[in-house]
């Protein structure tokens, strides 16, 4: 089913509409892509992610002998990626991170752990943060490009959550994984402001603007059932409680949106 979900948008060109044009993808501008994200949220997060794009903004970082192997092949939907910076003990705070990664000949060799991975099971490859300089520890992060399918790479247990079906949310192991020169995204220890970069659009787009989505689905419902529940002789909608509440809701759902969508026009 996912992969005919796909196919379908990809003829219609609707996958990795974030991308920007230059690198094959829509190029659509942040404002463009909170009204599309807005619309995301009236359907589940798997859907969103098979339909529509895996590809993250830390991609653009790519330099031109990187493309071809990491970014091209995602925007096309032959390679899924996650983004691999959460901890157990490292969550909102990414400088607390202890995964780290040491020069080793002309690469590096990467040990530690990750959890709560979006989309980890069904990922090709990782977006990988790691400290860089251990005498300096959280403001030494780089970030890396790291396949799944690596020796010492172990995509462990899927951590159910809440309310998002259909999408892994894995623990990730990291043992003496070698990695070429060419693994490193961006330049050496810029790993918290690609982040910043990163997670900033993400939590706009996929968080606020998609709530801003479901919360209208669910405006959507319940002015349905206060048209159609009848109490007393006449539909609860009637009533001026309840036409009070509806109107609170809806202004504050007006509210969400300017603020998305203002927020996207600044990004």
């Not at 529509?52 to 939907?77: I, M």
Request: glycine share 10%; with cysteine; net charge negative.
């Amino acid at each position: 089913m996912a992969s005919a979900i796909f196919e379908k948008s990809n003829t219609l060109g609707l996958y990795a509409m974030n991308v920007p044009s230059e690198f094959g993808g829509a190029g659509l501008s942040a404002l463009e892509t909170m009204m599309v994200e807005e619309h995301f949220g009236h359907t589940i997060d798997i859907l969103a992610r098979r339909a529509f794009r895996n590809v993250y903004e830390v991609h653009f970082g790519c330099d031109e002998a990187q493309r071809d192997r990491w970014l091209y092949p995602c925007v096309s939907g032959d390679r899924t990626v996650s983004i691999a910076i959460t901890e157990p003990e490292a969550g909102s705070d990414a400088r607390a991170i202890t995964t780290k990664a040491q020069k080793d000949g002309s690469g590096w060799l990467l040990n530690g752990r990750k959890h709560l991975i979006s989309d980890g099971l069904f990922s090709d490859f990782f977006v990988v943060s790691a400290v860089t300089d251990l005498s300096t520890g959280g403001r030494s992060i780089s970030l890396f490009l790291v396949d799944k399918e690596s020796p010492g790479v172990v995509a462990a247990r899927d951590q159910n959550m809440m309310g998002l079906k259909g999408t892994s949310h894995v623990e990730l192991f990291f043992d003496d994984v070698h990695l070429d020169a060419d693994s490193l995204i961006g330049e050496l220890e810029s790993g918290m402001r690609q982040i910043r970069t990163t997670l900033g659009r993400v939590c706009l787009a996929q968080v606020g603007a998609r709530s801003v989505g479901k919360s209208a689905q669910i405006m959507d419902l319940a002015v349905d059932y206060a048209r159609t529940r009848k109490r007393f002789g006449k539909s609860i909608g009637e009533f001026q409680m309840i036409q009070s509440m509806i109107a609170l809701d809806t202004m504050k759902l007006g509210s969400g949106l300017y603020d998305t969508t203002s927020s996207g026009g600044w990004s």
